[in-house]
């Protein structure tokens, strides 16, 4: 393939990530609902070869599911399952804060700088950036842990509940409510106190939980 195709290739496969991501996150693609190929590349202004590389990612993250027979739909979790999931990241995240090398004061401002584009977004009417930077606020608490394998596999799990984490953020009072979590977590890790940090995190991962409940009735 020549350089120019292999680019738009690339570029169209990263649009199609970001736009079929966003619309999974707002609820105009549904869970347990069949995605139409022709229809989203049509919609995207993009081919199929892109649209189904960024299908595959998204299905490899745990977002959507992929059946021979049906092709792409987006995935349907049940209360009980994504209980699991929450249960795994308890677990394993756990392990990440409890062997974290405590961050300098440009880490420390590092994570408070990304709570602050989280509060800036509180009150957005287009807030769904939060959802990924709620990830990257974690992501970067765990990349101070010496357990790189067990961070591997939190990254990796941590998408499955994605579009559930964005439906527990859909009231601005929710996504106030994890921006303090989040300085408390800060707080905790400025003081450098274990057990404080583990306590928060844990509850902020129940509110969360909680707050997607209404989702499975």
């Not at 707002?26 to 229809?39: I, K, N």
């Not at 795994?88 to 062997?99: A, G, I, P, Q, Y």
């Not at 009150?123 to 765990?142: C, R």
């Amino acid at each position: 393939m020549a350089a120019p195709e292999a680019a738009a290739r690339e570029t169209g496969t990263s649009r199609a990530l970001v736009a079929l991501k966003r619309m999974v996150l707002r609820g105009e693609l549904l869970p347990g609902e069949q995605l139409r190929q022709e229809r989203l590349a049509a919609q995207l202004g993009i081919s199929r070869v892109p649209l189904r590389e960024a299908l595959l990612v998204l299905a490899n993250q745990g977002l959507l599911d992929h059946k021979s027979q049906q092709g792409f739909i987006v995935a349907k979790r049940t209360h009980d399952e994504l209980a699991q999931v929450h249960f795994m990241l308890d677990v394993l995240e756990s392990e990440l804060l409890r062997t974290l090398q405590w961050p300098d004061d440009q880490g420390i401002a590092r994570l408070r700088a990304l709570n602050r584009r989280m509060a800036d977004l509180v009150e957005a009417a287009d807030w769904f950036e939060i959802v990924e930077l709620n990830h990257k606020f974690h992501s970067t608490l765990w990349s101070l842990s010496s357990r790189k394998v067990i961070c591997e596999q939190v990254e990796r799990i941590w998408p499955l509940a994605d579009a559930y984490v964005a439906r527990a953020y859909r009231l601005p009072k929710d996504r106030q409510a994890a921006v303090d979590f989040h300085e408390r977590i800060i707080d905790a890790v400025e003081a450098r106190d274990t057990k404080a940090l583990q306590e928060v995190s844990s509850d902020h991962r129940r509110a969360t939980i909680e707050g997607a409940e209404p989702t499975f009735l």
